[in-house]
T-cell receptor, first 114, second 118 residues
Framework: AQSVTQPDIHITVSEGASLELRCNYS??????LFWYVQSPGQGLQLLLK??????LVQGIKGFEAEFKRSQSSFNLRKPSVHWSDAAEYFC????????????FGTGTQLKVEL | DGGITQSPKYLFRKEGQNVTLSCEQN?????MYWYRQDPGQGLRLIYY???????QKGDIAEGYSVSREKKESFPLTVTSAQKNPTAFYLC?????????????????FGEGSWLTVV
């Protein structure tokens, strides 16, 4: 069965600093990958997704992610973090034939220091 | 505006009661899902439905039931058999089948419902 690991439960960065949130997946075939963001008590908003093609994916709010097959990773990055980026971030993986089901990581809580 | 509407936002349940969470979408999506979210555990799939009048168990279906009588609606009932129902519940839907190929496989979420047992 596929699985997703987000090794960092909490991350704190200063406003204006760069950010990288890690995501590793376990699945034999080529996955399709997502990053979602969740503000407290709210639903999840899609930041970006990867299905195929260019391994560097651009998303909303200035985020990007890079798919590295050799490392089974799909890390999320942002060059300069804003205080409004403080939220919880979830990586998710699905696969063809999986019935549109996604498996989610346990999330990374991002705190931004002013 | 198109979207997914969950209600109620907050719900309190007494021990032994069944409660139903509503989920309605006007995105013309075929597939709908229910996830449960607990702190530190991410999202876990309860039930999903790929098409009207059909649904499948997810990873943690015990103590829950669903129906899919209309394309727009996918209510979730939390039964008294669910021993630890206090959680945040998220409904989601995904883009129509057969359109856009793999790139159509994107799931969109509602704003969630908090269920607390009192």
């Amino acid at each position: 069965a596929q699985s997703v690991t987000q090794p960092d439960i909490h991350i704190t960065v200063s406003e204006g600093a760069s950010l990288e949130l890690r995501c590793n997946y376990s699945y034999g075939a080529t996955p399709y990958l997502f990053w979602y963001v969740q503000s407290p008590g709210q639903g999840l908003q899609l930041l970006l997704k990867y299905f195929s093609g260019d391994t560097l994916v651009q998303g909303i709010k200035g985020f990007e992610a890079e798919f590295k097959r050799s490392q089974s990773s799909f890390n999320l990055r942002k060059p300069s973090v804003h205080w409004s980026d403080a939220a919880e971030y979830f990586c998710a993986v699905g696969f063809t034939g999986g019935g549109n089901k996604l498996t989610f990581g346990t999330g990374t809580q991002l705190k931004v220091e002013l | 505006d198109g979207g997914i509407t969950q209600s109620p936002k907050y719900l309190f349940r007494k021990e032994g009661q069944n409660v139903t969470l509503s989920c309605e979408q006007n995105l013309n999506h075929d597939a709908m899902y229910w996830y449960r979210q607990d702190p530190g555990q991410g999202l876990r799939l309860i039930y999903y439905s790929q098409i009207v009048n059909d649904f499948q168990k997810g990873d943690i279906a015990e103590g829950y039931s669903v129906s899919r009588e209309k394309k727009e609606s996918f209510p979730l009932t939390v039964t008294s058999a669910q021993k630890n129902p206090t959680a945040f519940y998220l409904c989601a839907s995904s883009t129509p089948r057969g359109t856009g190929g793999l790139s159509s496989l994107t799931i969109y979420f509602g704003e969630g419902s908090w269920l607390t047992v009192v």
